[in-house]
C-alpha cells in the first residue's frame, strides 16, 4: 500500500509538472462560493537599453509584470513602433531595444505641386507615424498617404488634394462692405450654402445659395440691415453713460442709468472711437460699457485688416475651438471688428463667431513679434542640460523638453525679445543659448 500510495503521489507530481507549463494567475475560491483573481505581482528587471545596431545606450531599474511590454525609453530615444521589449523574471537583466529620436520635415504639396503647409514631425528612427495635422481647406490623396515611416535626414513630400476656395464680400445697396466670409469645396462648380454664421449679425443676405467659382475667385453679396436684430449686450458701468447720435455728437440730457444693462445692435467707430448702438440713433460709447459675455475670454473691439501668411489660416468659434472646413486662403486680407485673448493666445475676429490665430497673421501698420521668422533648415545639438521648449510667442511649453546632447532638425530661427529661437517641431521652439 505504501508502494501504490508512493507512485500514486509521484504520478501527480509529474501531472502537475505538465500542467504548470500554462501560466495562471491564482484564484481563491471563498466559502460563499465566490471566486476572487489574485493581481499578477510586479517584477523589478535591470534593463540594459540598445540601439537597433545593438550599441549599449543606458540602464535603468524598471519594474512591471512578467511578459509585459516595456514602453520605456531614455531621454533621445523612443520605443520601437513594433515594440517586443518585455519583462522577464523577478531581479533578472533584460535587455530592450529603442531607436534613436529623429525630427523630420514634412511638407504637404497639392495637385499643382505648390507647397501648401509643412511641419516638423518627432519620432524615433524607423517608426512608422500617421499624420494628422492635415492642412485646412484640404483632403487626403489616400489612406497610405497618411503614414510615414521615420529615416534619418529624409524630407517628405506628401501629396494632398487643395479644395477651391472663394472669398465671398458681404455689401449693402450703397456699396459698403460690412463683411467677409471664405467658402471652399472640392471643385469649381460646386454649389454652397452660406451658414448663418457667416452672415454679418444684424443683416440679411439676398442669398445663400452660391456656386464656387474658379480658385480665389471673389463674389460679392448685398445685404440689408435686419430690423432691431441685437447682436449682443452691454452693461453701463458705475457711472451714468452719455448717449450719441450716429454721428459722434452727444444727445441733451439722454444717458443710461448706471449699472443697466441694453441690448446692442450695431458697432461702429466714430473718429477712432468705438460706440455700441442701443436705440434707433443712440449710440454708448464702449469706454463708458462692459461688453457682457457667457465666456472667459475678454472680446474687445479692434477694427483693422489682418493679412493672412504663405499658408491657409485655420478658423475658430469664440470658445477657441476649430471650425471644420473653414479657413480663410494664404496671402488673403481682411477686415477685423473684435479682438480677444484666449488661453494665452490672441485672435482676431473676421466674421461672426470666426476668429483667426493672431501669430498666423499680420497686422496693418503693426510689426510683430514674429515678423522676423526667417527659414533655417539644419541640425541643432542639445546642451549637456535639458532645453525647454517654448511657443512662437516665448511662452515656455511646461509638458515638454528636450534631452540633454540630443539632436534635433529645424525648421525656421526666430529673435524674439532680444533671445534667438529655432523651431524644432510645430509651435515649439528652443532658445540658442541652450544650444551647444
Known amino acids: 500500500m505504501k508502494k501504490s500510495t508512493s507512485l500514486l503521489f509521484s504520478g501527480l507530481l509529474v501531472s502537475g509538472m505538465v500542467l504548470g507549463a500554462v501560466a495562471t494567475t491564482p484564484t481563491t475560491v471563498h466559502a460563499d462560493g465566490t471566486a476572487t483573481t489574485q493581481a499578477a505581482a510586479n517584477v523589478t528587471n535591470n534593463v540594459r537599453f540598445v540601439d537597433q545596431d545593438n550599441n549599449y545606450v543606458a540602464n535603468k531599474s524598471l519594474q512591471g509584470v512578467k511578459g509585459a511590454a516595456i514602453n520605456y525609453a531614455p531621454d533621445g530615444y523612443a520605443v520601437p513602433t513594433n515594440n517586443k521589449n518585455v519583462f522577464g523574471d523577478d531581479n ?95 471643385k469649381v462648380g460646386d454649389a454652397v450654402n452660406l451658414t448663418s454664421s457667416q452672415v454679418p449679425t444684424g443683416y440679411t443676405a439676398s442669398t445663400t445659395s452660391l456656386t464656387l467659382q474658379t480658385d480665389n475667385n471673389t463674389q460679392f453679396v448685398t445685404v440689408s440691415k435686419s430690423a432691431d436684430a441685437a447682436t449682443g449686450e452691454v452693461t453701463v458701468n458705475d457711472k451714468a453713460a452719455q448717449l450719441y447720435t450716429s454721428l459722434g455728437n452727444a444727445i441733451t440730457g439722454r444717458t443710461l442709468k448706471a449699472n443697466s444693462s441694453w441690448k446692442t445692435f450695431e458697432t461702429k467707430v466714430i473718429k477712432g472711437k468705438t460706440y455700441y448702438r442701443v436705440a434707433t440713433n443712440e449710440w454708448v460709447e464702449a469706454s463708458a460699457v462692459t461688453v457682457n459675455d457667457d465666456t472667459t475670454n475678454a472680446v474687445t473691439p479692434f477694427t483693422s485688416n489682418v493679412t493672412t501668411g504663405g499658408v491657409v489660416s485655420t478658423l475658430y468659434d469664440k470658445t477657441g475651438k476649430a471650425l471644420s472646413g473653414r479657413a480663410l486662403g494664404p496671402n488673403t486680407s481682411w477686415k477685423t471688428a473684435g479682438k480677444m485673448v484666449l488661453n494665452g493666445k490672441t485672435y482676431y475676429q473676421v466674421a461672426t463667431n470666426e476668429w483667426v490665430d493672431a501669430s498666423t497673421v499680420t497686422v496693418a501698420g503693426e510689426t510683430t513679434a514674429n515678423s522676423n521668422i526667417t527659414p533655417s533648415k539644419g541640425v541643432v545639438t542639445i546642451g549637456s542640460s535639458v532645453a525647454i521648449l517654448y511657443t512662437k510667442d516665448g511662452v515656455a511649453i511646461t509638458d515638454r523638453a528636450l534631452g540633454p546632447a540630443t539632436r534635433w532638425q529645424t525648421a525656421n530661427k526666430m529673435t524674439l525679445n532680444g533671445e534667438t529661437y529655432y523651431q524644432v517641431a510645430t509651435n515649439e521652439w528652443v532658445k540658442a543659448s541652450n544650444l551647444k
Open 92 to 186: 533578472t537583466t533584460v535587455t530592450a531595444t529603442v531607436t534613436k529620436m529623429i525630427s523630420v520635415n514634412v511638407n504637404y504639396v497639392d495637385q499643382n505641386g505648390k507647397l501648401v503647409n509643412s511641419e516638423v514631425i518627432n519620432g524615433g528612427v524607423g517608426n512608422t507615424v500617421k499624420l494628422t495635422d492635415l492642412p485646412a481647406g484640404c483632403n487626403w490623396v489616400n489612406d497610405a498617404e497618411q503614414t510615414i515611416t521615420l529615416v534619418d535626414g529624409k524630407e517628405y513630400n506628401v501629396p494632398v488634394t487643395k479644395k477651391v476656395f472663394n472669398t465671398v464680400i458681404f455689401k449693402t445697396s450703397d456699396n459698403t462692405e460690412v463683411g467677409r466670409t471664405e467658402i471652399f469645396s472640392d
